[in-house]
């Protein structure tokens, strides 16, 4: 246990530092660094998957607080938006959660493994969401949530990836789009942690120091110390060639596919 709180303690600042530099969801770092840190400790490999999805999520929560109290104060957030996507988020992310548990591990992975070659390859190419001329109706609108949040509960992501094309796609400006993205976040987080840590409740083989599939010494580690390092990745992407940096991250996600899919 203290190992692993240690080790999320650093897992915590850097994902911070890339989610504050590049504007990206921790999730994306987190999910395939905790896979590795459960298996190194002997968790159960059937659980281990589930376990980093879930903590990833919880960890969410924290940093999505902060992020949107950061818009909210911009005045950056359109909440009557981010209050109609948000019941289908919801919805989306509490189901994702029941699919992740009923299929296979090596279906999960496959599913994580294409997602971060997704984004890898976003990132990579510099491809930035294209506004469109798309009107968006509440049925579209809760429609694309629910699909957001079941892929982000799945993945142990906020989302973000996800919902700023499509609201960009709604000629939303980036600004808003990245605030509203956020705010839409933390339902992700909530329901998707509440999800895993009630499916996981009388599951005898989870360590101990678990509510459910939440792993709390590494929801601890990496969301306090997140907090504090995202703010400072904000900060270095005015100073840095964050775009350059963006392809060489690019490289680290397409290691962390490889490595969980042949894990």
């Excluded at 650093?10 to 770092?29: D, E, K, M, N, T």
């Excluded at 609201?167 to 933390?186: F, K, T, Y």
């Excluded at 895993?196 to 792993?215: E, F, I, Q, R």
């Amino acid at each position: 246990m203290i190992e692993v709180f240690s080790a999320s303690i650093l897992l915590g600042v850097c994902s911070g530092l890339l989610a504050g530099l590049f504007g990206i969801g921790g999730g994306l770092i987190i999910v395939p660094v905790l896979v590795f840190l459960f298996s190194a400790q002997g968790f159960p490999a059937e659980l281990v998957l589930l376990m980093s999805v879930a903590t990833s999520l919880a960890t969410i929560i924290l940093t999505a607080i902060s992020s949107v109290l950061a818009h909210h104060r911009l005045g950056s957030v359109v909440w009557p938006k981010v209050f109609r996507l948000s019941p289908g988020i919801i919805v989306g992310a509490a189901a994702g959660a029941v699919i992740a548990k009923q299929i296979t591990a090596d279906s999960l992975r496959l599913v994580l493994v294409v997602f971060l070659v997704y984004v890898a390859v976003q990132m990579a190419l510099q491809m930035k969401p294209k506004p469109g001329a798309v009107k968006q109706s509440r049925a579209s609108d809760y429609t694309v949530a629910c699909v957001i949040g079941m892929l982000s509960s799945i993945v142990g992501i906020g989302g973000g990836t996800l919902t700023v094309p499509y609201l960009v796609h709604g000629q939303m400006p980036i600004r808003n789009a990245v605030a509203v993205a956020s705010a839409c976040g933390l339902p992700i987080a909530v329901a998707g942690t509440v999800s895993y840590a009630l499916l996981g409740w009388n599951n005898l083989h989870l360590p101990d120091w678990s509510l459910g599939y939440v792993y709390l010494p590494a929801f601890l580690g990496i969301g306090f110390s997140s907090i504090f390092t995202a703010p400072i990745g904000a900060k270095l992407a005015h100073k840095l060639p964050a775009q350059k940096l963006k392809r060489y991250f690019s490289l680290l996600l397409f290691v962390m596919a490889a490595k969980l899919m042949w894990h």
